[in-house]
Structure formats: structure tokens, C-alpha cells
């Protein structure tokens, strides 16, 4: 988290379009592949890390506005 305090929100959002490029291109290719045991699996551990990792990214950026 220590990186994201160093990082103007311009760059938040890069750094959020290559977080999700890395995840979602993936999971994209195995629907089409059809592994459905392995693609849950995935959205499993990306909804556990990611939730905190978004909800810590709002809160930098909201508290930087008000």
C-alpha cells in the first residue's frame, strides 16, 4: 500500500487498468477454453484480494479530495 501513497490519481488509474489487463485477459481466456473449476477458483482469489485493495484506493483518493 506504501507504493499507492506515492502515486497521484492519474496514476492510480494507470496502475488500476494494468492490475485488472493482468486478471481479466486471463479469466477472458479460459471461459473460452472452458474450465470452469479453474475460472472459479480465480474469481475467488481475486475478489478476496481485491475488494480490500479497491476499497484502500477509494479511500486514498476520497480522503486526498476532501
Known amino acids: 500500500m506504501l507504493l499507492f501513497l506515492n502515486i497521484d490519481t492519474p496514476g492510480i488509474i494507470v496502475v488500476l487498468l494494468i492490475f485488472f489487463g ?5 479469466i ?3 471461459i473460452r477454453k472452458g474450465n470452469r473449476s479453474l475460472l472459479n477458483a480465480i474469481i475467488w482469489i481475486v475478489a478476496i484480494l481485491g475488494l480490500p485493495l479497491i476499497g484502500g484506493i477509494l479511500y486514498y ?4 479530495i476532501s
Do not use: E, K
Open 22 to 26: 493482468l486478471i481479466v485477459h486471463p
Open 28 to 30: 477472458v481466456d479460459l
Open 61 to 64: 483518493i476520497f480522503g486526498r
